[in-house]
């Protein structure tokens, strides 16, 4: 399967708390991209990162990307209860905006 | 709000029955998306429609179609229905055929097979 695989599947933690979950995936990559679903919604983007990035920022959401370790990590910083939601990362390996998802990490902010 | 409105929200049918799914997407977008949503296999990509032409397929079932009309609005077609295709099925659309462009989500047809 191409389908990235996020870790953990699922992270509690306190608010104001540091949430990080990763994604590996199985292809070379031209993008990945990463997804948030509140339960019984449809998912909403986050942040995009292209393959010659390493880092990108967005608010509170830092998102990492190593192409040699085909692994990319979502940093969400001082998490609120509204954080919690199911994330996903996506990735588009043949640049038909084919996405193909991962299982995604179920995050639940305690307040 | 993403813009993008699916009908119905909810459907409930029986096996052998053939249902169609709404998605219109937002405003200005070319590109409609369909995917599946189940417990036990995720988010699967179904098919994708760029300005009413088929552009590229997924894990779609041959009891299942889809279109895309002039007016850019798309349906997906499930017949033969069976109780493992009862899931959510998403539409998404983005602006154009070019790689690198985020989605945007509709909240779905949560479809239960009786």
Known sequence: SQQGEEDPQALSIQEGENATMNCSYKTSINNLQWYRQNSGRGLVHLILIRSNEREKHSGRLRVTLDTSKKSSSLLITASRAADTASYFCATDPYNFNKFYFGSGTKLNVKP | ?114
């Not at chain 2, 179904?46 to 349906?75: V, W």
């Not at chain 2, 055929?97 to 985020?102: E, M, Y």
């Open chain 2, 1 to 114: 709000d993403s813009g993008v409105t699916q009908t119905p929200k909810h459907l409930i049918t029986a096996t052998g029955q053939r249902v169609t799914l709404r998605c219109s997407p937002r405003s200005g977008d070319l590109s409609v998306y369909w995917y599946q949503q189940s417990l036990d296999q995720g988010l699967q990509f179904l098919i994708q429609y760029y300005n009413g032409e088929e552009r590229a397929k997924g894990n779609i079932l041959e009891r299942f179609s889809a279109q895309q009309f002039p007016d850019l609005h798309s349906e997906l077609n499930l017949s033969s229905l069976e109780l493992g295709d009862s899931a959510l099925y998403f539409c998404a659309s983005s602006g154009g055929g070019v790689p690198n462009q985020p989605q945007h989500f509709g909240d779905g047809t949560r479809l239960s097979i009786l």
